[in-house]
């Protein structure tokens, strides 16, 4: 493919079409990550019983915390490659791009240490019952020791990003999907290896994304190129990347945080409810991926035309992604919502596990294009050089506000529509947060400049 078709001009021309072609291949590739676990979940609820299906689906907010970070700490990446490239400080993005792999080598192995020393004790804490301790253990465990491919295909995807290219990593992620489903139905039907088994197909396609993302690094023609003949660590970029990262990491981690709370209010109805609230909670993070994919196009795009001082064009970035963003997370959540039973079907064939499913996704996923306005105006917020921010300001409209009404509206009232409720209660109070502080912020730093 020519290189000039795979990036985006993101400081000429029309603005509407190109960060739809830019949000959507990225939608996309999140999309079919994501289906990595939907996979498990579907192959165990249809094959391995209801037990297996809870077992999975005990692990998705604790495998939520890692994935989260890792896909929040990548904008660090995209922030600092493409501000760079929107100076014109080529020389310097190559210096950036070998931080990069190399910060996402060691953050990788260091998150699979953490991640198997808190293993048991995390499943106790969420109050995971006895009967699928267990299983979701040997899951969790096999799932996290695929960390460093995780990290290193989200940071070599966010390498590619700030050029513009969302295609390519797209093209990696349906190769790996299809992969991960063949092992999943070979491993647990074939081999009879049931919870273990799909978490080893995760892992092996995992690997191959991997593999495939520094490939097309290596391969690459353009300035972002990964060279390791003169591979160099900088230190200086490693930081700058931290710095902008671990903030964006942390905000999208307090997010499975605070569902980690709410697992333990689900865990309190039984297995069904544990296995019902995990397919549900597939279809929400469809939705979200497009929220996240407006977000992420919104950091791109005003990083660059910030870069080059495009004031005025960082400020129609920001009014496109809001509503671009929420008109495509909506539509797909109603696709969800109207034929919401035959979606869940796909998970399960217990009908009560697919009646509780269908509660949540009433009260919760057909109010996803909410969580756009939060999203892109931290993402907006968070490329002008405000990096603590939105985390904090996150950690309060989320942890805060879901842990408050755990402990006294769900509390008094324990019913599951009534924990539900939580989501869009506290998407609403961060998104008037995170715009009112978009707007604030914005100000002061037009003031700086001037």
Same mark, same amino acid.
């Given at each position: ?42 192959? *165990? &609820? ?10 999975? &689906? ?13 896909? &929040?700490? %990548? ?9 760079? @490239? ?23 192995? *260091? ?39 995780? *990290?290193?295909?989200?940071?070599? %995807?966010? =390498?590619?990003? %700030? ?14 999907? @299809? ?15 049931? *919870? ?120 129609? @970035? ?62 907006? =917020?968070? %490329? ?15 942890? &805060? ?50």
């Amino acid at each position: 493919m020519d290189k000039n078709k795979r990036q985006i001009d993101m400081l000429h021309g029309p603005l509407a079409s190109k960060l739809i072609f830019f949000a959507l291949p990225l939608a996309l590739s999140s999309i079919l990550q994501q289906l990595f676990n939907s996979a498990d979940v579907a192959v *165990v &609820g249809r094959y391995a019983g209801s037990d297996a299906l809870a077992a999975v &689906g005990a692990n998705v907010a604790n495998v939520g915390i890692f994935v989260n970070f890792l896909v &929040g700490a %990548s904008i660090g990446p995209n922030v600092i490659i493409a501000m760079l @490239i929107g100076q014109g400080y080529k020389d310097e993005v190559k210096k950036a791009v070998d931080a990069v792999i190399g910060l996402a080598a060691i953050s990788g192995i *260091v998150l699979m240490l953490i991640g198997h020393i808190i293993t048991h004790p995390l499943l106790v804490a969420t109050h995971t019952p006895d009967e699928v301790i267990n299983a979701a253990e040997i899951y969790f465990r096999i799932y996290i020791s695929g960390l460093p491919f995780i *990290v290193i295909y989200n940071f070599g %995807s966010a =390498i590619l990003r %700030s050029i513009g290219d969302t295609k390519r990593p797209l093209y990696i992620m349906i190769v790996s999907g @299809i992969l991960n489903v063949i092992l999943n139905l070979f491993f647990v039907i074939a081999c009879n290896m049931s *919870v273990s088994g799909v978490a080893l197909a995760t892992l092996i396609s995992n690997a191959f994304s991997a593999v495939m993302i520094i490939i097309l690094l290596v391969k690459e023609d353009s300035m972002i190129k990964l060279d390791f003949k003169t591979f160099k660590f900088d230190s200086h970029y490693a930081i700058k990347v931290i710095k902008v990262g671990v903030p964006a990491g942390l905000q999208s981690m307090v997010f499975s945080l605070s569902n980690i709370f709410i697992q333990s209010g689900i865990n309190s109805f039984g297995a069904n409810t544990i296995a019902a609230s995990s397919v549900a909670l597939n279809f929400e993070y469809f939705t979200y991926d497009i929220s996240s994919a407006f977000a992420q196009a919104a950091v791109t795009f005003t990083s660059q035309n910030f870069g080059a001082m495009n004031i005025k064009r960082c400020r129609r @970035i920001y009014y496109l992604t809001m509503l671009e963003g929420m008109l495509f997370t909506a539509a797909l959540s109603a696709v969800f919502t109207i034929w919401a039973r035959p979606f869940a079907a796909l998970y399960t064939k217990e009908g009560a596990v697919i009646d509780i499913a269908l509660i949540r996704m009433y009260h919760v996923m057909m109010l996803e294009a909410l969580t756009v306005t939060y999203e892109v105006s931290a993402a907006s =917020i968070r %490329s002008i050089g405000y990096q603590l921010t939105p985390a904090m300001l996150t950690v309060l409209g989320t942890v &805060g506000l879901r842990i408050l009404w755990l402990y006294t509206v769900f509390k008094k009232h324990h019913t599951f529509e009534m924990l539900m409720n939580v989501y869009p209660v506290s998407w609403i109070f961060t998104g008037i947060v995170l715009i009112s502080a978009y707007f604030i912020l914005w100000k002061r730093k037009i003031k700086e400049l001037s």
